[in-house]
């Protein structure tokens, strides 16, 4: 097959270089096609001609971005991803897997987070243009099943870290700016200071191991409802940070502002219907992928997303 991966420049994206698979991968990032454009849109689906989408782009960012340019959030993530089915449809690509987040569950569900609640409910007021979107790509993806018979299914990952992530302290998320603070607290001496009291719990999931999940679902999964992929080992942010000091080798004082929020104690994810159809998948171990996305920002610094534009 020949598979599309939109957003194949990005943190996720990009991780798809190390899959193991007989599959012709064609990543594009938005200097191939923009995907704002429809007539951009058309131009890439004819010139890669794919078998099947694996649809990762988006506009992304934390949460003062998010608060920001809540529209912008909005209307650019609806026309990226109204741009890239549509037109996916109307060349009959027959299977697009799309990205949805976690952070698009409702404000108040019942956890553990389960499938069939993602549109119990508005979202959290944080990333409300954004989880409007992504909701609509699961409803969108479930009309074009209903109307055009294509199997077009979606997958909801959690928090992902890896890899030529986002190092912007305002507008990255919680584990490359835990990376940045600490490997800058080592360079200049000034401690890191980390919002809370660092006990609320949150699950992490390494890039490679949800770019894996992604390519065992297109070729496996035909379910018109989402399906959560992330691990759900739940780490305190004060464990990541511990991990992170370890191996950055940071000897310094650490400062928790506990003047500052720190969101809800824990947000737990059910990946049950995943493990029923893929009971052998192994996620990586957090240590691991910290050691690796640790090697990679050390090794690139400060050339990296977020620090210094390359
Ligand atoms: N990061 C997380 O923790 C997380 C959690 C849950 C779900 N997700 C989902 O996972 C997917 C990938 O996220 P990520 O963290 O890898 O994000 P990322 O590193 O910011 O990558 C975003 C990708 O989207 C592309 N893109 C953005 N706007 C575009 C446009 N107008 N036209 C074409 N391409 C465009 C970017 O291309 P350029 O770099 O070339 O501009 C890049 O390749 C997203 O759908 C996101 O919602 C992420």
Redesign the pocket.
Known sequence: MRILV????????SSFKNIDTTHDLILV???D????NKHLVKKMFNCINPDAVIH?????GGVKGNTDYVSDFFT?NIM?NTNVLETAQNANVKKVLS?L???VYPEEPLYPLTEEQIHNGKPHPSNFGYAYA?RMLDVHSRTIRKQHNLNYITAV????YGQ???FDLENG?VIPSLIRKIYEAKKTGVPPVFWGSGKPLREFTYSHDIARALMFLLENYHGETPINIGSTAEYAISEVVELIVEILDYRGDIIWDTSMPEGQFKKPSSNNKFLKINPSFVYTNINNGLKETCSWFVKNYPNVRGVKIK
């Open positions: 939109t957003g194949g420049t990005g943190m996720l994206g990032g938005s200097r096609f923009n995907l704002l990762l782009a988006a506009k992304v650019d990226i990205l987040s976690t952070c992504k990952p959690n928090n992902i030529n992530d986002n998320h």
